[in-house]
C-alpha cells in the first residue's frame, strides 16, 4: 500500500516536471516493480507489456478508426453536415453554435476522435460564424464542447480501451453510448439557447443561410451511410470492431478519393496525422499497463476495497466520490492517461459494489454503466481549465483567440455536461435501456 502511494507521488512529481505522462508511468512502473521483486522481472515485465500491445489484434482498431477520421475530414464531409445542421436549426436563437454542435455529433459519429472533431469543425464552422457576428467565446465554447462528444458516441476509442482495460464487450458499449451521446447533443443546444437568451449579443438574430448544395447532400449521406454499415455489421455479427474500423477506413479511402479532396500529398499527410497519435496512444497505453501492475502488485486497489467495505458506505456515494476525483484529475491530467491510470484501480471496487436487484443488478450491466460515466467525466475534463486539451487543440488553430476568452464560452456548456453527468448517474437506464 505505501510502495503505492509512493509511486503515485513520484508520477505526479515527474508529470509536474514535464516529463511526458507515457515515460513518467513507464519509468516510475520500472522502477518501482524492480525495487519490490526484481530488476530482471521489472525488464521481462516491460518487454512482454510493449511486444503484447504492439502486436494486439484489439488494438488495431485504433489506428484503423483514426485513420478513417482523418480520411473523412479531407473529404470534406463536414461542411457538408455543418451545412445540414444550419438549415434545420437556423431560425432559432444562436442557430449556428447549435449548428456547430450537431455537426460536431455527427462528425464524432464516424470519426471516434475528440481532438480531430474540434480540429475539423473549428475550420468548417469558425469562419462562418464570425462572418455573421457571433461572439469568439461562444463559438469556441460550441466547437470545443462539440468535440468532446468525439469521445462517445460510437465508434469511440476511449470506449474500445476502456473495453480492452476491463474485458468489457465493446460492441455493448458501443451501442450504450448511444443515447448518452444524444443527450449530451440536446443538453449543448440548450446550453447554447441559454447562453444567447441571456446576452443575445452573444449572437445575431438573423444569420445568413446556407445553401445546401448536391455536394452537402451527398456528404450527409455518406456519413450516415458509414456509420450505419459500422453499427450493422457490428450488431448484426458481420464483422468485429477491429474488422469495422478495417472495413471504416476502407470506404472512407474511397469516399475521400470520390469527392475529390485525397489527392497523392493529402494521402502522406493522413498517414503522418495517423501514426502521431497512434503512436502517442500506444506509448501511454504501454505506460499505463506497467505502472498499473506495480499498483496492482503493491496491493493498492485491495487495500482500497477493503477499506471501502469496511466502511460499509452506499454504492451510489462511492461513485459521487469517484466522480469527484475524477474531475479534479481532469483538471490536471491528459484525459487518456487519466482513464488508464485509474479504471484499473477503481473497477474491481465498482464491480463489488451492491446496487440493489434493478437494472445494475447484474456485473456486466454495472460495467457498462461504469464505462459511459468515466468517458461523460473525460469529456468534461476536455474542456475543464487549466489542461482542457480541446481548448488547446483550438488555441493551436485559432491563436488570435485568448484562452481566457475561450474558457469564459466553454462554461455553459461545462454547466451542461455536470446536469447530464447526474441524470447518467441517477437514471442508469439510459444508458443501459438499448443493451437490456
Not at 37 to 51: A, I, N, P, Q, Y
Not at 373 to 394: A, D, K, R, W
Amino acid at each position: 500500500m505505501i510502495e503505492s502511494l509512493i509511486g503515485i507521488a513520484a508520477l505526479f512529481g515527474l508529470v509536474f516536471l514535464r516529463v511526458p505522462i507515457a515515460f513518467s508511468m513507464i519509468i516510475v512502473g520500472t522502477v518501482g516493480f524492480a525495487l519490490m521483486r526484481s530488476w530482471k522481472s521489472s525488464f521481462v515485465l516491460l518487454g512482454g507489456t510493449t511486444f503484447d500491445t504492439v502486436l494486439s489484434f484489439t488494438l488495431s482498431v485504433i489506428p484503423l478508426f483514426i485513420l478513417m477520421g482523418n480520411l473523412l475530414t479531407v473529404s470534406g464531409v463536414s461542411h457538408s453536415l455543418f451545412a445540414a445542421a444550419h438549415r434545420g436549426l437556423r431560425r432559432l436563437p444562436g442557430g449556428l453554435a447549435m449548428a456547430t454542435v450537431v455537426a460536431c455529433g455527427g462528425f464524432s459519429a464516424v470519426c471516434g476522435s475528440s481532438l480531430a472533431t474540434a480540429a475539423t469543425m473549428s475550420k468548417v464552422a469558425m469562419p462562418s460564424m464570425r462572418k455573421v457576428g457571433y461572439a469568439d467565446s461562444l463559438a469556441t465554447g460550441a466547437i470545443a464542447a462539440g468535440g468532446t462528444l468525439g469521445i462517445l458516441i460510437p465508434p469511440s476509442i476511449v470506449l474500445i480501451i476502456y473495453g480492452i482495460i476491463t474485458e468489457t464487450d465493446i460492441a455493448k458499449l458501443f451501442l450504450a453510448g448511444l443515447l448518452p451521446g444524444l443527450l449530451g447533443v440536446i443538453c449543448y443546444i440548450g446550453a447554447v439557447y441559454v447562453a444567447v437568451k441571456a446576452r443575445p449579443s452573444l449572437a445575431p438574430k438573423n444569420a445568413d443561410d446556407f445553401p445546401l448544395t448536391r455536394r452537402d447532400i451527398v456528404g450527409v449521406s455518406v456519413v450516415v451511410g458509414l456509420f450505419a454499415v459500422i453499427m450493422i455489421g457490428i450488431y448484426g455479427g458481420f464483422f468485429t470492431p477491429s474488422e469495422a474500423a478495417g472495413m471504416g477506413a476502407f470506404m472512407s479511402l474511397i469516399i475521400a478519393r470520390v469527392m475529390g479532396g485525397l489527392t497523392w500529398k493529402k494521402l502522406i499527410e493522413v498517414g503522418f496525422d495517423t501514426i502521431k497519435p497512434t503512436a502517442m496512444i500506444f506509448a501511454i497505453i504501454i505506460g499505463a499497463e506497467v505502472f498499473s501492475n506495480f499498483i496492482s502488485f503493491a496491493g493498492l486497489p485491495d487495500a482500497l476495497l477493503a477499506y471501502v467495505s469496511g466502511f460499509q458506505v452506499n454504492a451510489y456515494v462511492v461513485i459521487l466520490l469517484l466522480v469527484l476525483m475524477y474531475i479534479v484529475l481532469g483538471a490536471v491530467l491528459e484525459s487518456l492517461s487519466m482513464i488508464l491510470l485509474t479504471v484499473p484501480i477503481f473497477f474491481p471496487l465498482i464491480m463489488s459494489l451492491d446496487f440493489g436487484t434493478g437494472i445494475l443488478s447484474s456485473p456486466e450491466a454495472v460495467a457498462i454503466w461504469f464505462g459511459i460515466i468515466v468517458v461523460v467525466v473525460t469529456e468534461i475534463s476536455l474542456i475543464s481549465p487549466p489542461i482542457g486539451l480541446n481548448v488547446f487543440v483550438l488555441r493551436t488553430v485559432l491563436p488570435d483567440v485568448p484562452i481566457k476568452t475561450m474558457f469564459v464560452g466553454i462554461f455553459p456548456f461545462w454547466v451542461a455536461d455536470i446536469l447530464r453527468l447526474i441524470v447518467l448517474i441517477a437514471v442508469p437506464s439510459i444508458s443501459l435501456i438499448l443493451i437490456t
